[in-house]
């Protein structure tokens, strides 16, 4: 009878052991899934305006060629305001001019002379939001010949 005690305990006690390595890695999954959870909402919400942004995109691509042309002191104060409100939230532009091409962030529209792989003009500025591309440079990139 006390080697049935014995083994019995020796089962229970493992049978305990074995539900608190369950309870343990079920716990820390219930972690890392709260980590999970709260980085994509996160990342939801950083970039859950960059449908609106890239429309205004355009509004201050029409704006900046409408200053180009005319000039205006008023409309460059306006521009300046609006670069600062879409840079107050997260919006940064890509810099391209004289950069090496970098199919991750920009898109090119023709081969020109010029230094090899290098931008030579930008056609359309690209855009990212908190650092996640929402527009890519639209560019145009030397291809090693000269003029």
């Given amino acids: 009878m006390k080697k049935s005690k014995k083994s019995t305990i020796v089962s229970l006690t493992n049978q305990l052991t074995e539900i608190q390595d369950k309870w343990k890695r079920a716990l820390a999954d219930y972690h890392n899934l ?11 919400v950083k970039l859950a305006n960059a449908g609106l942004i890239d429309k205004l995109l ?4 029409n704006l900046e060629t409408a200053q180009d042309h005319i000039k205006d002191k008023g409309l460059s104060l ?40 290098i931008i030579t003009k930008v056609t ?14 639209k ?9």
């Fill in 34 to 44: 709260e980590k999970r959870i709260a980085s994509q909402q996160s990342q939801f």
């Fill in 58 to 61: 355009s509004v201050l691509d």
């Fill in 78 to 117: 306006a521009l300046t305001q609006f670069k600062d409100v879409l840079k107050s939230e997260g919006v940064e532009e890509i810099k391209a001019k004289g950069e090496k091409f970098d199919p991750e962030i920009m898109d090119c529209t023709d081969m020109t002379s010029g230094k090899k792989n």
């Fill in 124 to 137: 359309q500025k690209g855009y990212k939001l908190n650092s996640t591309v929402i527009r890519p440079a």
């Fill in 139 to 147: 560019v145009e990139v030397g291809s090693g010949t000269k003029k």
